[in-house]
């Protein structure tokens, strides 16, 4: 059915991480997931791989433990970044590696390509699905020291609720000073299409349709019921990219204006949309 460094250690992490956000949001971009003493503050980068990660792992139906462990690797090898250098000739958000069979160094860079090969590798793990995070991720990564990916487990799993959407309105943003891009609601599609799949029967994203004006575009993206928040932060973490002003869904709203406040109750005309989500 469709529906329309961290050297403080974990709990250390997410005081520091609150205490970024509280103290930095009103200067510069930025994202948090979730609240509370939980709740991990993320750069804007950060955040829209995180949610790219899980778009992938939704697209090739692999269960929330995937994300984590993704994440927790991510944290150790690059911070969560997409970096252009690293040990040797390690490229990207995993640190893999061309010369070690990956892929090559541009399509390392891709986020949507490097955890299509990172999920592919930790898949043909035996017993992955029932490996502490850190072991999981040393099959993979073959790291000198494995045991470092478990110092961002709780982090990782805090974040693997949010951005697969098990918790609901948990990740949001907001945009920095200054100008902000123009709308390309052409290239969202594309870029969602990319983390997700191509829309269709089968994906967590059924079906895209525009309508409005060419002033005023409104994007309705059908999705999966079990998908949507997962769909909704990815839209909320690019929407500086794309210049989306407005995200809206089963009756909350998040808008990049007041975007620190995180997901509101909507209003208006869209309040009770709960078959699609809605992007302007």
Known sequence: MTCVVVLLGVGGYFAWSAYQHTSTFLISAGCQVGSGTNAVSLDPQQASIAATIAGVAADERLPAHAVT???ATAMQESHLHNLAYGDRDSVGVFQQRPSEGWGTA???KDPVYATARF???LTKVSGWQQLPVDQAAQAVQHSADGSAYS???LMARSMAIAFTGQASH???CWPGPGPQPARNLGAARSALAEAFGTPGAGHPVTGIVTSGTAKAPVVAVRVEPRQAWAVASWLVTHAQAYGISDVR???YQWAASNGSR?????TG???TTSGSILLH
Do not use: M
């Open 151 to 153: 110092q961002y487990d």
């Open 119 to 121: 999920f592919g590798a």
């Open 69 to 71: 462990i993704a994440y």
């Open 269 to 271: 005309s869209a309040s």
């Open 170 to 172: 948990a990740v949001w």
């Open 249 to 251: 869904y089963n009756g």
């Open 262 to 266: 995180g997901w509101q109750p909507a």
């Open 106 to 108: 541009s399509q390392l």
